[in-house]
């Protein structure tokens, strides 16, 4: 595994305040214009990751070919004007304190992009969990074809049961060098990162090839090729990184591919069975309808997608004051959540309505008991389901679940070089 997930070169301010240094990723709370209008206050005149990246609140009111060709001038003025200490070659260990105290554990490195397919047919040893959206794609390209430095959002997951990969870390910080420790701005909680190198990154490296060992990884998922990461936020840029990449690849002779660094990608991977990390599922709840016929022709449907299994996941269907349990074999939890889907779309061409995507479950219930409503509430995804789910079926439909709420997603926060 540590030859698909290496120690960089990282870039950190060197003296900046970090309380406004730090943001959080630009895809969160892309209808709520006040909170970036907030941030941009608080960073005025100052250096800061909001003036690196674009929010995907203002996409559709800016000139983006102009935006983009401004971050990639500041990114520049940044590195010009003494903005960041580079560090040696290394990992950093990460611990973010959400707002509800909970702590999740992390570790910052690069991917190797060649061992990185984001296709619904993958096979590659690190996996997109969500179908990508290729049109969500330009607005990151743009950017990132002219960057002369990437600061990543991506959490990517890794199955480490037993916890023998940031469990060693975190027993063994005290030792490490610490290279930040500070408050994030806007509810984010807090944040404190150390350098792993030398014998650290020796021990790291040995429990990470031993966890993406072949033997092993067959022994959990079977016959067929193993997923040894899988994406938990980010899809879409470590998309549009890889997007890249191919098009400088073919400007690079063979023995440049091999070292050039936009053949890389700066993120944090976080274990999957950490006690901070939880996923939530989103809910559908389709309005506007008739949904008289809806709790009966669910029954049928889910009837005619059951196959004859061990283990099952339940669903419940709400209209109104009705209310039906419905279990449902055979199928991963991903392939449950894209029939879902389908039944809904097939429902809305037959008695017409439209389909909104609800996380919480008393939101969800109290829409769907609203006139001309219609719910399905759907399982929650238990941690050792995702791994086995995107081997067997492929990745998952959008707005299949949640990791976590807005506030705790990534903040921008260590950069590196990518020319």
């Given at each position: 595994m540590s030859k698909i997930f290496?120690s960089?070169?990282i870039l950190l301010p060197?003296?900046?305040d970090m309380?406004?240094?730090?943001?959080?990723?630009c895809?969160?709370?892309?209808?709520?214009?006040e909170y970036w209008?907030?941030?941009?206050?608080l960073?005025?005149?100052?250096a800061s990751?909001?003036?690196?990246m674009?929010?995907e609140?203002?996409?559709d009111?800016?000139?983006q070919?102009?935006e983009?060709?401004?971050?990639n001038?500041r990114?520049?003025?940044y590195?010009s004007?003494?903005?960041?200490e580079e560090?040696?070659?290394?990992?950093?260990?990460?611990?973010r304190?959400l707002?509800?105290?909970a702590?999740?554990?992390?570790?910052m490195g690069?991917?190797d992009?060649?061992?990185?397919?984001?296709?619904?047919?993958?096979?590659s040893p690190?996996r997109?969990t969500e179908?990508?959206?290729?049109d969500?794609?330009?607005?990151?390209?743009?950017?990132?074809?002219?960057?002369?430095?990437?600061?990543?959002h991506?959490?990517?997951f890794?199955?480490?049961?037993s916890?023998?990969v940031?469990g060693g870390l975190?027993?063994?910080k005290?030792q490490?060098?610490k290279?930040y420790?500070?408050?994030?701005n806007?509810?984010g909680g807090?944040?404190c990162g150390y350098m792993v190198?030398?014998?650290?990154?020796e021990a790291l490296?040995?429990a990470l090839?031993?966890l993406?060992?072949a033997?092993?990884?067959?022994?959990?998922?079977g016959d067929?090729a193993p997923?040894v990461?899988a994406?938990?936020?980010?899809?879409?840029?470590l998309?549009?990184?890889k997007?890249c990449?191919?098009?400088?690849?073919g400007?690079?002779?063979?023995?440049?591919?091999?070292?050039?660094?936009?053949?890389f990608?700066?993120?944090?991977?976080?274990?999957i069975?950490d006690e901070?990390?939880?996923?939530?599922p989103?809910h559908?709840?389709v309005?506007?309808t008739d949904p008289e016929?809806?709790?009966?022709?669910?029954e049928?449907?889910?009837s005619?997608?059951s196959?004859a299994s061990?283990k099952?996941h339940?669903?419940?269907?709400?209209?109104?004051?009705?209310?039906?349990h419905?279990n449902?074999?055979?199928?991963?939890?991903g392939?449950?959540i894209?029939?879902?889907?389908?039944?809904?779309?097939?429902?809305m061409?037959r008695?017409?309505?439209r389909i909104?995507?609800?996380?919480?479950?008393?939101?969800?219930i109290?829409m769907?008991r609203?006139k001309?409503?219609?719910?399905m509430?759907?399982?929650?995804?238990e941690k050792g389901?995702l791994?086995?789910?995107i081997?067997e079926?492929?990745?998952?439909?959008?707005?299949?679940?949640?990791i976590?709420?807005?506030?705790d997603k990534r903040?921008?926060l260590e950069?590196?070089?990518?020319?």
């Amino acid at each position: 595994m540590s030859k698909i997930f290496s120690s960089a070169k990282i870039l950190l301010p060197a003296a900046q305040d970090m309380y406004r240094w730090s943001v959080v990723a630009c895809d969160q709370f892309s209808s709520q214009m006040e909170y970036w209008e907030s941030l941009e206050k608080l960073t005025e005149g100052v250096a800061s990751t909001l003036h690196l990246m674009l929010p995907e609140a203002y996409l559709d009111k800016c000139d983006q070919f102009a935006e983009a060709e401004k971050i990639n001038k500041r990114m520049d003025e940044y590195l010009s004007a003494g903005v960041f200490e580079e560090t040696e070659e290394c990992y950093v260990y990460v611990e973010r304190r959400l707002a509800s105290g909970a702590v999740r554990r992390g570790l910052m490195g690069v991917l190797d992009l060649e061992q990185y397919d984001y296709s619904a047919s993958s096979a590659s040893p690190i996996r997109a969990t969500e179908g990508t959206v290729e049109d969500r794609l330009p607005p990151r390209v743009r950017v990132r074809e002219g960057a002369s430095l990437e600061m990543p959002h991506i959490m990517v997951f890794i199955d480490d049961a037993s916890d023998s990969v940031l469990g060693g870390l975190e027993n063994k910080k005290e030792q490490l060098p610490k290279l930040y420790d500070f408050k994030l701005n806007a509810g984010g909680g807090a944040v404190c990162g150390y350098m792993v190198s030398g014998d650290a990154a020796e021990a790291l490296e040995n429990a990470l090839d031993k966890l993406s060992d072949a033997e092993s990884l067959y022994k959990r998922y079977g016959d067929k090729a193993p997923a040894v990461f899988a994406m938990g936020d980010g899809n879409h840029s470590l998309a549009t990184a890889k997007k890249c990449w191919e098009k400088v690849k073919g400007t690079l002779s063979g023995e440049e591919r091999e070292t050039h660094p936009a053949r890389f990608s700066l993120v944090e991977i976080v274990n999957i069975h950490d006690e901070a990390i939880s996923f939530e599922p989103i809910h559908k709840v389709v309005f506007e309808t008739d949904p008289e016929s809806f709790i009966d022709e669910a029954e049928k449907w889910w009837s005619a997608q059951s196959i004859a299994s061990d283990k099952s996941h339940s669903i419940k269907l709400i209209v109104g004051e009705q209310e039906k349990h419905v279990n449902v074999s055979g199928l991963t939890i991903g392939e449950l959540i894209g029939k879902a889907e389908e039944f809904c779309q097939t429902y809305m061409s037959r008695y017409g309505g439209r389909i909104d995507y609800i996380h919480n479950d008393e939101t969800a219930i109290a829409m769907g008991r609203r006139k001309g409503c219609a719910c399905m509430l759907l399982p929650k995804m238990e941690k050792g389901e995702l791994f086995p789910s995107i081997i067997e079926s492929g990745p998952f439909p959008k707005k299949s679940f949640s990791i976590g709420h807005a506030e705790d997603k990534r903040y921008y926060l260590e950069c590196r070089k990518i020319k």
